[in-house]
């Protein structure tokens, strides 16, 4: 062995020492990285051992997965069985609250005859998530499919955009409407995780920044739709999904839908709201609070009586989608037609306040005579049995009104300072709402009192 070997040969035995001698350290300061990059979690851990009794002692099973050096997160799957099922004309509707003693999940679903299913879920905010420590959670969706695309709406561009094939780790865009393809073969129509805090009966304040950029994973043959949020005191987060093994929406024809002006991806904006901010919650439609009303603020909402977005829907007979959609809205806002037989306004007018002592929760007659309407006209869409009652109901209450000695404009519970008699317009559409009514009742009461309004 010459010289130059000999050195390079003892060079090697010193570093082959040393590492013999002091691996232990490098152990060491690798499992002190490891804790130090996944702090958070093994917090979290120390903090559910901690608490194990109390959690224990919670009502429910735990829901939301943990893994150690892993996100906290949440699985959305169908519960095994719900809690009440219904059969309607269209299908079944499942409604299923399920307490953990981490998170409260609450699920609703239309199962439809032709198989599509549209979905809502709502995630509150519940105490016992503190047990964990968890401020930011996710929500993952699985799709069993091996390619993907979407189209989106581009309020910038103010049209449709594309994300022409998902890859591992693509970002999809915030606080829009989604329409995702998968294979050619499964179709879901998605508006995204929102968070709101209740402020009011009725109204709520949308909180969209406590929901942050979604992205889409590839596991397997599979697909994640991973949606982070973070939870706060006072929040509920909503999503809702329409998914069907056929094409929903037409995003290439520029056809005219049968029985409206629009196309079919220009219906969907339109009825839904996107680009007023009105959104669907689980509970019917919201729209923005206008001037004059209270409780006000930046992005608040109200349970609305506007029947006009949900007759939008229920003229595109021709369309999958805007039938189905129609179909769930209208269902939810007859479910919302209160024990006192009205669809009640959650805002005060201030103008109604001051000048006739009219607290919010009260009806306005024109709106009541215009959404009687509109479940008349989904009566004879999808079969009079699934709102027969509301229609009664809110029929009854006109009836009512004018056993009292006339029509008044607006009504409360609670009664008002100040009588507002009915207007020619409100006395106009109360009787077509009652002479409707009787026809598809087979009611001639209704008739008579349509009559008597003329």
């Known amino acids: 062995m010459n010289e130059k070997d000999r050195k390079k040969y003892e060079r090697r035995g010193k570093y082959a020492t040393f590492v013999v001698k002091y691996n232990k350290i490098f152990w060491v300061l690798l499992i002190a990285l490891a804790l130090y990059l996944g702090r958070g979690n093994f917090s979290t851990l120390i903090h559910t051992f901690r608490d194990w009794d109390e959690i224990q002692a919670a009502k429910g099973d735990v829901i939301l ?72 959670l996710k929500m993952f969706t699985r799709f069993a499919y091996s390619s993907g695309s979407a189209y989106y709406y581009d309020f910038e561009k103010g049209a449709w955009d594309s994300v022409k094939s998902f890859r591992g780790g693509s970002a999809l865009p915030q606080h829009t409407l989604m329409y995702m393809n998968f294979n050619d073969q ?129 003229a595109a007979e021709d369309s999958r989608v805007a039938s189905e959609l129609a179909y769930v809205q209208v269902y939810k806002m007859a479910q919302n037609i209160n024990e006192n037989g009205y669809y009640e306004m959650p805002l005060q007018n201030s103008k109604l306040y001051s000048d006739y002592g009219i607290r919010y929760g009260y009806a306005d007659l024109k709106a009541n005579a215009a959404i009687g309407q509109t479940l008349i006209t989904a009566a004879k869409r999808y079969g009079k049995e699934d709102f027969r009652e509301p229609i009664e109901t809110l029929a009854d209450f006109f009836a009512q009104r004018l056993a009292e000695g006339g029509l008044p404009e607006y009504w409360h519970y609670k009664g008002e300072i100040k009588k507002v008699p009915a207007s020619s317009e409100t006395k106009k559409a109360a009787a077509a709402f009652l002479k409707a009514a009787g026809q598809l009742l087979d009611s001639p009461r209704y008739a008579e009192l349509a009559d008597s309004l003329k």
Do not use: C
Request: no cysteine.
């Open 65 to 136: 997965q943990q893994r150690l050096f892993h996100s906290d997160r949440f699985y959305l799957e169908d519960p095994e069985s719900y809690s009440e099922v219904r059969e309607l004309s269209q299908g079944t509707y499942s409604y299923n609250l399920r307490e953990g003693s981490d998170i409260t999940l609450e699920q609703e679903k239309f199962l439809f005859a032709n198989g599509d299913t549209y979905r809502h879920v709502t995630l509150p905010y519940v105490d016992t998530i503190k047990i964990y420590d968890v401020d930011t």
């Open 186 to 314: 499964y179709y879901v129509l998605m508006d995204q995780l929102y968070g709101y805090n209740d402020i009011d009966e009725g109204v709520v304040e949308s909180v969209d920044e406590l929901t942050h950029l979604a992205h889409v994973n590839r596991v397997g043959n599979l697909w994640e739709i991973i949606m982070p949020y973070s939870m706060r005191e006072g929040m509920e987060y909503q999503r809702w999904t329409l998914e069907s093994t056929e094409p929903l929406i037409d995003m290439e024809s520029g056809e005219i839908l049968a029985g409206t002006d629009t196309t079919e991806k220009e219906l969907i904006l339109k009825a839904l709201g996107l680009g007023d901010g009105s959104r669907w919650l689980a509970d019917g439609y919201y729209s923005p609070v206008e001037e004059g009303y209270s409780p006000a603020g930046e992005n608040y909402y109200y349970r609305s009586d506007n029947a006009q977005q949900l007759d939008l829907l229920l």
